[in-house]
């Protein structure tokens, strides 16, 4: 079965009680021994307000940057945002990328852009953002980081309301700056109501939140599933018609952590063709090393696609590969797209989110870091196994319905906020 066969065209998530999903709930206790963080993860047939929270309450969410700047983080920021400005007074800071201020409005709620005067180790500096924080005069800050600069601005800012943070990873090759920066950071979880992490395995695995674990609250990142989930069998079928019927997808930006060398150091043992999706600095050196492997014919840089064409390009394959290497991976948000689309996935054993997300002989296999014959192994397994693929990427694809959609996650993020604002968080 393709998978795009293997869809099954779920809707919204069956609901459970508040608390801890009891699969994830199961994973957390296996993955993180005695860690003590607890689970806001809850199923909704649909995505409602909260009704404990007023919607009058003035949250203020502060980030690096917001779209079109490109990122991760920006990304989860703009769809987070986007879901909750119908159930709060909404607000978003974050630096400008050109140093010039201004003001916009998304969806309905205002964005403002600080000016940067100076950028420290790819940190923005951005003084202004200080008086812009106590002006919004906000009942929720909500900062999402590593972003030193927001750390920074909120402590001097003088709030007095609450705070959530958003942990999305610890700052993992500035390693100067993050020495410097460390009791900034820790004076500001201190003052924290509540810190969420996307995963468990980051809760237990992080040394910075060791001291917090009894604030911290688990909060996958989400997409919309429906804009992975379905495809036009044409633009599929095309896809396969310009590269072959055994093809193996990987997505993300080329630079060092995400381990594309050692996805093409697989691959003159993989039986199928390569569709990497991406742009980045280490593009010359990726197709230097193809080359050199005599795998070029096989390998294929498709650089920066449309929405559309990487739809097509997830729905036309039959595994997706995510090979990185180290810890500033996180999470993975390209494993759910790839899971929405019903596609089984081959990830790796880092002590980050990355093994939460698809699961080992679930949702598909888990190999070591940096193991190119391990990743063959895997890849050559499913690509030649039609029924174990079919029934990992319908495994996957429930798992992205019922925990990683973005209705899902800003349920979750509105539970929290209202338990917050009630007084029951740490």
């Given at each position: 079965?393709?998978?795009?066969?293997?869809?099954?065209?779920?809707?919204?998530?069956?609901?459970?009680?508040?608390?801890?999903?009891?699969?994830?709930?199961?994973?957390?206790?296996?993955?993180?021994?005695?860690?003590?963080?607890?689970?806001?993860?809850?199923?909704?047939?649909?995505?409602?307000?909260?009704?404990?929270?007023?919607?009058?309450?003035?949250?203020?969410?502060?980030?690096?940057?917001?779209?079109?700047?490109?990122?991760?983080?920006?990304?989860?920021?703009?769809?987070?945002?986007?879901?909750?400005?119908?159930?709060?007074?909404?607000?978003?800071?974050?630096?400008?990328?050109?140093?010039?201020?201004?003001?916009?409005?998304?969806?309905?709620?205002?964005?403002?852009?600080?000016?940067?005067?100076?950028?420290?180790?790819?940190?923005?500096?951005?003084?202004?953002?200080?008086?812009?924080?106590?002006?919004?005069?906000?009942?929720?800050?909500?900062?999402?980081?590593?972003?030193?600069?927001?750390?920074?601005?909120?402590?001097?800012?003088?709030?007095?309301?609450?705070?959530?943070?958003?942990?999305?990873?610890?700052?993992?090759?500035?390693?100067?700056?993050?020495?410097?920066?460390?009791?900034?950071?820790?004076?500001?979880?201190?003052?924290?109501?509540?810190?969420?992490?996307?995963?468990?395995?980051?809760?237990?695995?992080?040394?910075?939140?060791?001291?917090?674990?009894?604030?911290?609250?688990?909060?996958?990142?989400?997409?919309?599933?429906?804009?992975?989930?379905?495809?036009?069998?044409?633009?599929?079928?095309?896809?396969?018609?310009?590269?072959?019927?055994?093809?193996?997808?990987?997505?993300?930006?080329?630079?060092?952590?995400?381990?594309?060398e050692y996805l093409i150091q697989a691959m003159p043992q993989v039986r199928g063709t390569l569709l990497l999706v991406g742009?980045?600095?280490?593009?010359?050196?990726?197709?230097?090393?193809?080359?050199?492997?005599?795998?070029?014919?096989?390998?294929?840089?498709?650089?920066?696609?449309?929405?559309?064409?990487?739809?097509?390009?997830?729905?036309?394959?039959?595994?997706?590969?995510?090979?990185?290497?180290?810890?500033?991976?996180?999470?993975?948000?390209?494993?759910?797209?790839?899971?929405?689309?019903?596609?089984?996935?081959?990830?790796?054993?880092?002590?980050?989110?990355?093994?939460?997300?698809?699961?080992?002989?679930?949702?598909?296999?888990?190999?070591?870091?940096?193991?190119?014959?391990?990743?063959?192994?895997?890849?050559?397994?499913?690509?030649?196994?039609?029924?174990?693929?079919?029934?990992?990427?319908?495994?996957?694809?429930?798992?992205?319905?019922?925990?990683?959609?973005?209705?899902?996650?800003?349920?979750?993020?509105?539970?929290?906020?209202?338990?917050?604002?009630?007084?029951?968080?740490?």
């Open positions: 079965m393709e998978p795009t066969q293997a869809r099954m065209g779920l809707g919204a998530c069956n609901a459970v009680s508040t608390g801890a999903d009891a699969g994830l709930e199961s994973n957390f206790e296996e993955g993180s021994g005695r860690t003590h963080a607890r689970s806001t993860l809850a199923n909704h047939e649909d995505f409602l307000p909260i009704t404990s929270l007023d919607p009058s309450c003035r949250v203020l969410h502060v980030g690096k940057f917001y779209p079109p700047h490109m990122g991760g983080i920006e990304t989860h920021l703009q769809s987070l945002c986007t879901e909750l400005q119908t159930a709060v007074d909404l607000r978003v800071i974050v630096s400008s990328d050109d140093g010039r201020a201004s003001e916009e409005r998304h969806e309905g709620f205002p964005i403002y852009r600080v000016p940067t005067r100076l950028h420290v180790a790819s940190t923005p500096l951005c003084p202004g953002m200080i008086a812009k924080i106590r002006a919004c005069d906000s009942d929720i800050i909500h900062l999402h980081l590593p972003n030193p600069m927001a750390v920074l601005a909120y402590l001097a800012s003088g709030h007095r309301g609450r705070l959530v943070v958003t942990y999305h990873s610890d700052m993992v090759r500035q390693r100067i700056l993050a020495t410097l920066f460390e009791p900034f950071l820790h004076a500001a979880l201190r003052r924290s109501s509540a810190i969420i992490a996307t995963s468990p395995n980051y809760v237990q695995t992080s040394p910075i939140l060791a001291p917090y674990r009894d604030r911290c609250h688990v909060i996958p990142l989400g997409v919309r599933i429906q804009d992975f989930d379905r495809c036009d069998p044409s633009l599929a079928e095309s896809v396969r018609a310009k590269y072959g019927d055994r093809l193996v997808v990987s997505v993300g930006r080329l630079v060092y952590y995400k381990g594309f742009e980045g600095p280490l593009r010359t050196d990726l197709q230097a090393l193809a080359a050199k492997l005599g795998v070029a014919s096989r390998v294929h840089f498709l650089g920066k696609i449309d929405h559309q064409t990487l739809v097509s390009c997830y729905h036309a394959s039959q595994v997706f590969v995510f090979a990185s290497i180290a810890r500033s991976e996180a999470f993975g948000i390209a494993q759910v797209e790839a899971m929405a689309a019903g596609m089984p996935v081959v990830n790796t054993q880092l002590d980050s989110g990355v093994p939460f997300v698809s699961q080992h002989e679930r949702t598909g296999l888990t190999v070591p870091p940096r193991d190119p014959e391990g990743l063959a192994i895997a890849i050559n397994r499913l690509l030649g196994d039609e029924r174990l693929r079919s029934s990992f990427a319908e495994a996957a694809s429930l798992r992205a319905h019922q925990e990683f959609s973005v209705e899902t996650m800003a349920a979750r993020t509105l539970e929290l906020y209202s338990t917050v604002m009630a007084g029951r968080a740490a």
